[in-house]
């Protein structure tokens, strides 16, 4: 059974840093991509990131392009997100998401419970 | 990026009756590879979002066969044969035809009456 638990969510001050992490279990981690998908509260859902099941491509919303970096350690089956300049309107639950693929993947088919980041002074 | 817009915003049905949403987008989903990349998800109440439907209308492992999904280039469609109460929540559209401007439906949510 594919289990995804994201943490590292909490209250940061606008421009602050926080890193994320997903632990993924169930599958065969480097084989598939991942990606990480938010949403503010009361709000839709929004796709912040990906990278390939090797890590050696990366992609991002241009919302969080050059603040964000997503990176993944296929050793220890978990991703990361380090989220850097954070600003208000980053506030959301930030779920992880597994991929149907290794590259060039299509759709997420499971996803974790996620974790609130909230930004405030 | 490709603009998907849901219809309606909210719905509100008796049990054991249908249930259709409309999802639209500003573009055609058709790649050139052939392939149509939308779907639907399912948010229930404090949960993350579940898929129901891949490549427009195939179910996903273990989503009951009164969800079905229909549609092509710019205009798509869920529907619920006959709504039950574990199916309330926010359904969502997505497109990965453009799969580095992904975007999601701004959601429709379903109420049971």
């Known amino acids: 059974e594919v289990h995804l638990l994201a943490s590292g969510g909490g209250l940061v001050q606008p421009g602050g840093s926080l890193r994320l992490s997903c632990a993924a279990s169930?599958?065969?981690?480097?084989?598939?991509?991942m990606t990480w998908v938010r949403q503010a509260p009361g709000k839709g859902l929004e796709w912040v990131s990906s990278?390939?099941?090797?890590?050696?491509?990366?992609y991002y919303a241009d919302s969080v392009r050059g603040r964000f970096i997503i990176s993944r350690d296929n050793s220890k089956n978990t991703l990361y997100l380090q989220m850097n300049s954070l600003r208000v309107e980053d506030t959301a639950v930030y779920y992880c998401?597994?991929?149907?693929?290794?590259?060039?993947?299509?759709?997420?088919?499971?996803w974790g419970q996620g974790t609130l980041v909230t930004v405030s002074s | 990026d490709i603009v998907m817009t849901q219809t309606p915003l909210s719905l509100s049905v008796t049990p054991g009756q249908p249930a259709s949403i409309s999802c639209k987008s500003s573009?055609?989903?058709?790649?050139?590879?052939?392939?149509?990349?939308l779907y639907w998800y399912l948010q229930r109440p404090g949960q993350p979002p579940q898929l129901l439907i891949y490549?427009?209308?195939n179910r996903f492992s273990g989503v009951p066969d009164r969800f079905s999904g229909s549609g092509s280039g710019t205009e798509f469609t869920l529907k619920i044969s006959r709504v039950e109460a574990e199916d309330i929540g926010v359904y969502y559209c997505?497109?990965?035809?453009?799969?580095?401007?992904?975007?999601f439906g701004g959601g429709t949510k379903v109420e049971i009456k």
């Open positions: 998401a597994k991929t149907n693929r290794g590259y060039n993947w299509n759709f997420f088919d499971y």
């Open positions: 169930g599958f065969s981690f480097p084989g598939f991509a």
């Open positions: 990278n390939s099941g090797s890590g050696a491509t990366a």
């Open positions: 573009e055609s989903l058709l790649h050139s590879d052939g392939k149509t990349y």
């Open positions: 490549e427009v209308f």
């Open positions: 997505m497109q990965s035809t453009q799969l580095l401007g992904l975007t």
